[in-house]
């Protein structure tokens, strides 16, 4: 009996999960996005197609990013719509970042459907090598 429970279950999230995309409802499943972590910087790339550049807004709040669009179409009065499969309205994807982040620099570019935003890394959390004292050296104790 819990098989099956689990299975009805799952079937009901995967069907709740593309409604959410579809409607745009997704907090996140509607601006699919992918994160690197360079040795300067953070790059987060976000993919709208088909949706105007000027509709999108990149936005930082209290260490929140949130990348923004919308698409919105309007027919005319002889055109009348019997499928939409493409979603409309607005989308919302928010990122919560690090401390090590330089919020403060952050760039953002758009290029053929796909919003790239650029995070520096502040000095202190970069990447560094560590000196090894050799010889005579004072052993490090506490």
Request: no cysteine.
């Amino acid at each position: 009996m819990l098989t099956s429970l689990d299975t009805l279950f799952d079937e009901f999230e995967r069907q709740f999960d593309r409604l959410r995309t579809a409607t745009g409802l997704a907090g996140g499943a509607a601006v699919p996005m992918d994160g690197v972590r360079r040795a300067e910087d953070v790059l987060l790339r976000f993919d709208v197609p088909g949706i105007d550049p000027d509709s999108i807004e990149v936005t930082i709040d209290r260490g929140v990013l949130t990348v923004s669009a919308s698409r919105q179409e309007a027919y005319g009065e002889n055109e009348r719509l019997f499928v939409r499969e493409r979603p409309m309205g607005t989308f919302t994807r928010q990122v919560y970042l690090s401390e090590h982040l330089d919020a403060e620099h952050i760039e953002a570019a758009y290029d053929n459907g796909v919003v790239a935003v650029r995070i520096p890394v502040l000095e202190p959390a970069k990447p560094r090598k560590i000196e090894i004292v050799k010889g005579k050296a004072k052993a490090i104790t506490r």
